[in-house]
């Protein structure tokens, strides 16, 4: 049986996995967006410790979900 994209499960977690990074960047622009809405920081691991970071405007400003 010859695999497609539907057969290969290679290719099903590939789509899969660019989905669910797709929507992890949707949550940090997203973050960065209500951090700034709010006055708050933005928590991330850096070099193995947690610490809280200024949210960053290339990370809400530039994209259209986040547009009113």
């Known amino acids: 049986?010859?695999?497609t994209p539907e057969?290969?499960?290679t290719?099903?977690?590939?789509?899969?996995?660019?989905g669910i990074m797709a929507a992890?960047?949707?949550?940090v622009r997203?973050?960065?967006l209500v951090a700034h809405q709010t006055g708050t920081g933005?928590?991330?691991?850096r070099n193995g410790?947690?610490?809280e970071i200024d949210p960053?405007?290339?990370?809400?400003?530039?994209?259209?979900?986040?547009?009113?």
């Not at 290719?11 to 660019?18: K, S, V």
């Not at 992890?24 to 949550?27: F, G, I, K, S």
């Not at 960053?56 to 009113?68: A, I, S, V």
């Open 49 to 51: 410790k947690v610490v």
């Open 56 to 68: 960053d405007p290339d990370m809400y400003e530039k994209h259209e979900e986040f547009r009113g």
């Open 42 to 45: 933005v928590i991330v691991r």
């Open 1 to 3: 049986m010859k695999k």
């Open 11 to 18: 290719h099903r977690d590939d789509l899969y996995t660019q």
């Open 7 to 9: 057969t290969n499960p």
């Open 24 to 27: 992890l960047m949707r949550a």
């Open 30 to 32: 997203r973050a960065h």
